[in-house]
């Protein structure tokens, strides 16, 4: 089969790029010919989805939007499996060389901001169905930014990336929220939960450690919850009275803000510490994973998934985490962690989360092992697998069609 992978990025600016570094390899190690179509290829600080010589990549920025057409539509796909564009033009002329399997990664044609949260007079998830209606919420809630025109052009581009869903042959979705979240919106999505790859690397744990280890992992902005997990470490260091060392790793336009706190609150408290170090990945990524205790995830938006749990808990590692969007999906009360109330999310409700994983050894060993568990019940095989027949399915139906 061939199968053209259709993304706005080849560099690994988020989860999603990291999911189809692994999807291609695997793809074409099952045998399939699989093909790249991306719009633009930055930051050049970031590594790129890795491609072998043997798959042909078109870059829209580099070669223009028609070459680049033409170029897909040269190599022939059978289907088209696409992961969101900038332009919703180009993902409209894609769909017209072949039958297209969207996978949701985000809110994708279901909010004008993409983030579907709520900032005044609290930040909290937003359920509504996206609509015109819509901008009777966007400035008193502060869904985005307050400028009108920007408002006004993203609504006209989400409606177009809303109607262009519809058009899919297939509509997939990675967790039960975010398959709830389509159907809201009139699309019969089918769940195909993500996975984390395989790792032969485990968490090393000593029945009394010396000082807790507590990991963020993710970009750094507001919504992410960085804020509020440092204004929560007071509350949690008084009551496991342990040293806290904490890292947080990645980037963002937040990352001096919280430095800044960090700074602040390791010269009040002496038995707080922080690292700072920027994105990791690869081996690097593996041992600070290995090295830490918990992981934290205060986000404070309606994440899609939040990937960096199970990719986590493949090593032995639990979570605490606000209740929001796709981490229930994964994240169990007592199992592989603790959630916090997120309806509002509280600087209390996420300390009491932390607390409740690390104060008693034998519960947190339970959560260790739920966590490894959980996370190795997210099988890459049958992602692969079902991924593989769904598009079996598409081209079987597109060539049925064609006959009639």
Same mark, same amino acid.
């Given at each position: 089969m061939r199968i053209a992978v259709v993304s706005w990025n080849r560099r690994k600016v988020g989860g999603t790029e990291t999911y189809l570094d692994y999807i291609i390899r695997e793809l074409t190690r099952a045998g399939h010919q699989v093909a790249f179509w991306h719009e633009t290829d930055e930051p050049l600080s970031r590594d790129q989805i890795a491609l072998t010589e043997e798959t042909p990549a078109w870059h829209v920025a580099e070669i223009g939007a028609e070459k680049a057409l033409a170029e897909l539509r040269r190599w022939s796909p059978d289907v088209i499996f696409s992961h969101g564009l900038l332009a919703p033009r180009l993902e409209a002329a894609t769909l017209e060389i072949a039958p297209g399997v969207f996978f949701g990664h985000g809110y994708y044609g279901t909010c004008i901001s993409g983030t579907?949260?709520?900032?005044?007079?609290?930040?909290?998830?937003?359920?509504?169905?996206?609509?015109?209606?819509?901008?009777?919420?966007?400035?008193?809630?502060?869904?985005?930014? @307050?400028?009108? @025109?920007?408002? @006004?052009?993203?609504?006209?581009?989400? %409606?177009?990336?809303?109607?262009? =869903?519809?058009r899919y042959a297939r509509v997939l979705a990675g967790s039960e929220h975010m398959r709830a979240e389509f159907a809201r919106h009139g699309l019969n999505a089918r769940l195909v939960r993500l996975f984390v790859a395989p790792s032969s690397s485990t968490s090393d744990w000593v029945a009394e450690p010396s000082h807790w280890r507590i990991l963020f992992l993710g970009r750094m902005d507001r919504l992410k919850g960085g804020l509020s997990l440092l204004e929560s470490l007071?509350?949690?260091?008084?009551? =496991?009275?342990?040293? @806290?060392?904490?890292?947080?790793?990645?980037?963002?336009?937040?990352?001096? =803000?919280?430095?800044?706190?960090? %700074?602040? =609150?390791?010269a009040d408290l002496k038995d707080l510490s922080f690292d700072f170090p920027g994105w990791v990945t690869g081996d690097a990524l593996e041992s600070l994973l290995a090295e830490s205790d918990l992981l934290a995830m205060p986000s404070l938006w309606p994440e899609p998934f939040g990937l960096s749990?199970?990719?986590?808990?493949?090593?032995?590692?639990?979570?605490?985490?606000?209740?929001?969007?796709?981490?229930?999906?994964?994240?169990?009360?007592?199992?592989?962690g603790f959630l916090a109330p997120a309806d509002p999310p509280t600087l209390q409700g996420l300390a009491d989360a932390v607390i409740k994983c690390l104060r008693d050894p034998s519960v947190y060993l339970r959560l260790r092992s739920g966590a490894a568990k959980m996370a190795q019940s997210l099988s890459e095989k049958d992602h692969v697998s079902e991924l593989i027949r769904i598009f079996e399915e598409v081209t079987v139906t597109t060539v049925q069609n064609e006959k009639r």
């Amino acid at each position: 089969m061939r199968i053209a992978v259709v993304s706005w990025n080849r560099r690994k600016v988020g989860g999603t790029e990291t999911y189809l570094d692994y999807i291609i390899r695997e793809l074409t190690r099952a045998g399939h010919q699989v093909a790249f179509w991306h719009e633009t290829d930055e930051p050049l600080s970031r590594d790129q989805i890795a491609l072998t010589e043997e798959t042909p990549a078109w870059h829209v920025a580099e070669i223009g939007a028609e070459k680049a057409l033409a170029e897909l539509r040269r190599w022939s796909p059978d289907v088209i499996f696409s992961h969101g564009l900038l332009a919703p033009r180009l993902e409209a002329a894609t769909l017209e060389i072949a039958p297209g399997v969207f996978f949701g990664h985000g809110y994708y044609g279901t909010c004008i901001s993409g983030t579907k949260t709520w900032s005044n007079p609290t930040t909290r998830p937003c359920d509504r169905a996206f609509g015109p209606k819509c901008f009777l919420h966007f400035y008193p809630h502060r869904c985005g930014g @307050l400028n009108p @025109l920007t408002m @006004l052009s993203e609504y006209r581009r989400q %409606s177009q990336r809303l109607e262009l =869903l519809h058009r899919y042959a297939r509509v997939l979705a990675g967790s039960e929220h975010m398959r709830a979240e389509f159907a809201r919106h009139g699309l019969n999505a089918r769940l195909v939960r993500l996975f984390v790859a395989p790792s032969s690397s485990t968490s090393d744990w000593v029945a009394e450690p010396s000082h807790w280890r507590i990991l963020f992992l993710g970009r750094m902005d507001r919504l992410k919850g960085g804020l509020s997990l440092l204004e929560s470490l007071p509350k949690i260091s008084s009551v =496991l009275k342990r040293p @806290l060392h904490v890292t947080f790793a990645g980037d963002g336009p937040d990352r001096e =803000l919280w430095e800044r706190r960090a %700074s602040n =609150l390791r010269a009040d408290l002496k038995d707080l510490s922080f690292d700072f170090p920027g994105w990791v990945t690869g081996d690097a990524l593996e041992s600070l994973l290995a090295e830490s205790d918990l992981l934290a995830m205060p986000s404070l938006w309606p994440e899609p998934f939040g990937l960096s749990g199970p990719q986590a808990g493949l090593r032995g590692v639990p979570a605490a985490a606000f209740a929001v969007g796709g981490i229930s999906d994964w994240l169990k009360d007592g199992v592989n962690g603790f959630l916090a109330p997120a309806d509002p999310p509280t600087l209390q409700g996420l300390a009491d989360a932390v607390i409740k994983c690390l104060r008693d050894p034998s519960v947190y060993l339970r959560l260790r092992s739920g966590a490894a568990k959980m996370a190795q019940s997210l099988s890459e095989k049958d992602h692969v697998s079902e991924l593989i027949r769904i598009f079996e399915e598409v081209t079987v139906t597109t060539v049925q069609n064609e006959k009639r």
